[in-house]
């Protein structure tokens, strides 16, 4: 199965700093959303459909701008990641499909299957 990313919607858009406007990515499979990613000045959530079910996560960063984890809606950690001082993996627990932390600092979602 192949991911495309077909839409970019801008939800706010600045006129002086288009750069800045915050962002919502949909990913189509098939023709249809599967997946969505909300971004600010990185990327601040995704929000997957598992069978019938929307369910988000939402990022939690370093001060080096790496990933660190991710959260469900009550706040709880679902998948945790450790890097190296220079931004590489070293260990990760969890099993949220769609987030690889090679992704870190991208801005559009990864494609693959």
Aim: charged letters at 15%.
């Amino acid at each position: 199965m192949s991911r495309t990313v077909r839409r970019l919607h801008y939800v706010s858009a600045d006129r002086r700093h288009p750069a800045l406007a915050s962002q919502v990515v949909d990913e189509l499979i098939n023709g249809a959303v599967s997946l969505t990613y909300a971004y600010g000045l990185q990327r601040i959530s995704e929000n997957q459909l598992s069978g019938s079910t929307w369910t988000p996560s939402f990022y939690g960063y370093d001060g080096h701008g790496n990933v660190r984890f991710l959260a469900n809606m009550a706040g709880t950690v679902t998948d945790a990641y450790q890097s190296d001082a220079f931004g590489r993996l070293i260990a990760s627990t969890g099993t949220t499909p769609s987030y690889t932390p090679t992704d870190q600092g991208a801005q559009a979602p990864a494609s693959g299957s």
